[in-house]
């Protein structure tokens, strides 16, 4: 079964920066658009960012444009999501998953990674 394992979250203080990783255990998701949602306590999960399955078209929604940058290396099954400036209101569980004609693949949701932000 293919799996997708986040890490890189934490703790950090409003202004700072984490990377998170997400890494899939094949090449599976290489040739589909990946994307990273969070989830917030208490709070509907959202979309963040996706990515292209070749890394040439980016989309991310308004609260993080400017502040957050989506990438991928097919070569290492890794995608990162580059978050700088964060502030609070970005804090949750932050899940990677594979995407096809709009909607998410099943089965792609990992555990996630907990990115916490103090003010």
């Known amino acids: 079964q293919v799996q997708l394992v986040e890490s890189g979250g934490g703790l950090v203080q409003a202004g700072g920066s984490l990377r998170l990783s997400c890494a899939a255990s094949t090449r599976a998701f290489n040739g589909y658009t990946m994307a990273w949602f969070r989830q917030a306590p208490g709070k509907e999960r959202e979309f963040v960012a996706s990515?292209?399955?070749?890394?040439?078209?980016?989309d991310y929604t308004d609260a993080v444009k400017g502040r957050f940058t989506i990438s991928r290396d097919n070569t290492k099954n890794t995608m990162w999501l580059q978050m700088n400036s964060l502030k609070p209101e970005d804090a949750g569980v932050y899940y990677c998953v594979g995407m096809a004609a709009g909607s998410v693949l099943s089965g792609s949701w990992g555990q996630g990674t907990q990115v916490t932000v103090s003010p």
């Open positions: 990515i292209s399955w070749n890394g040439s078209k980016t």
